[in-house]
Structure formats: C-alpha cells, structure tokens
C-alpha cells in the first residue's frame, strides 16, 4: 500500500491519497479519510502514525531552527509518501509504516485535491473522490470527452475530465459513497470513453 499526506497553502491537507497501481505503474489516487481506512480492515495507529507524521513535518518548517536556516514557513505545497507492510525478519508478521519519499512541490495527487476540494465545497452527496490517468485518441477533444463522462453519471454523483491531451494523456475524476465505488467509477469512465473511441485501449 502506498498513500500519502500532503501540505496544500501552507496548511495540512485533510485525510489522506492512495496511489492507484498497475504493478509498479501510477493510475490516479483516491481520497481516504480515518473512517473509511477503519472500514476497509485496516489498522487505524498506522493511519495515525502517519498523520502525526505530517503534522512533525509541517511543524519542523515553522520551528526555531528552521529560522535559522532560511526555510521557515517555506513548505507551501508538497507530498510524503509512505510505505505499509510486511518487512519480515525480526519484525515478523507485524505491519510497519515508514515515510519514503519527499515531494516538496508539486505532485500527481494535486489534481485529486484540488477535485476533492471543490466537491467539499459544493457540499456534494458523495465526498469520496478519486482520479484516474489514461491515453486519449488522437482525435479526442475536451468537449466530446466531457460531455460522454458528464451524462454516463448517476445524478447523486459528480465527475470530471481533468486533462485530455490528444495522444498524450488524460485524466478523469469522480466521487463516490466510500472510496472503492469512487475508484471503480473512474475505471468505468475510461472503460466508456474507450468504447466511445475517446481512449486508447490499455495493453493486455
């Protein structure tokens, strides 16, 4: 499992993202809240770990020291990720989390915030939301792509097309009622846009 906490406008970011993975390739994020990590079976001290983390390290950048060396109140954007699971050896079965790498910029799961921020916002029927990356056709606009993901939608639900650049790459956003019906809602929004000739079709 890999999430991730994030700084957004100097301030810590509520909840925190899961990469979406294909093996060891990037496909999007979903937001996670302590209640919905709770209702997928996982260990909440782990989810607390990290937050507390988050918090040390927002914390450092507003510390005296870090008057002294120049970086004071300078973390405005930026992600850790965090790694969860079995390291086996002395540790056993146990499930460990550590911080892995360091995005002090910005980052993929940008574009999940910034949607799941708007959602908030709205105040929205569904607040969990996720995003997920795809190859548009070479002919694919903007506007076919948003009108085929805006009317393949229940009307409690919201999407939308992030980026669609023709032959390069695109991205899709949607909510859900608990995380995993936000991230099958993306999987199903490429699957539709493929069928409308809006998407490459994935290999394999």
Not at 52 to 59: K, N, P, T
Request: hydrophobic residues 40%; proline residues 3%.
């Amino acid at each position: 499992m890999a999430p991730s906490g994030h700084i957004r406008n100097g301030a810590i970011a509520p909840g925190m993202t899961l990469q979406i993975l294909d093996r060891f390739s990037w496909e999007g994020n979903a937001y996670i809240d302590r209640p919905e990590w709770e209702r997928c079976g996982l260990a909440v001290d782990l989810y607390d770990d990290m937050l507390r983390a988050m918090h040390d390290i927002h914390a450092a950048f507003l510390s005296e020291a870090s008057t002294v060396d120049g970086s004071h109140g300078g973390l405005v954007t930026g992600g850790v990720d965090f790694a969860v699971g079995h390291v086996g050896g002395v540790f056993g079965d146990r499930v460990l989390t550590g911080a892995i790498d360091f995005n002090f910029s910005s980052h993929g799961a940008e574009l999940l915030r910034a949607f799941h921020e708007q959602i908030t916002a709205e105040q929205a029927p569904e607040h969990y939301t996720a995003t997920r990356v795809y190859r548009p056709t070479g002919t694919a606009t903007l506007a076919e792509t948003r009108a085929a993901v805006l009317t393949s939608i229940p009307l409690t639900a919201r999407a939308e097309v992030i980026a669609c650049v023709p032959n390069r790459w695109g991205m899709v956003a949607s909510t859900g009622t608990h995380m995993n019906q936000a991230m099958e809602r993306t999987h199903q929004l490429v699957d539709i846009l493929t069928a409308a000739g809006l998407a490459r079709k994935t290999d394999g």
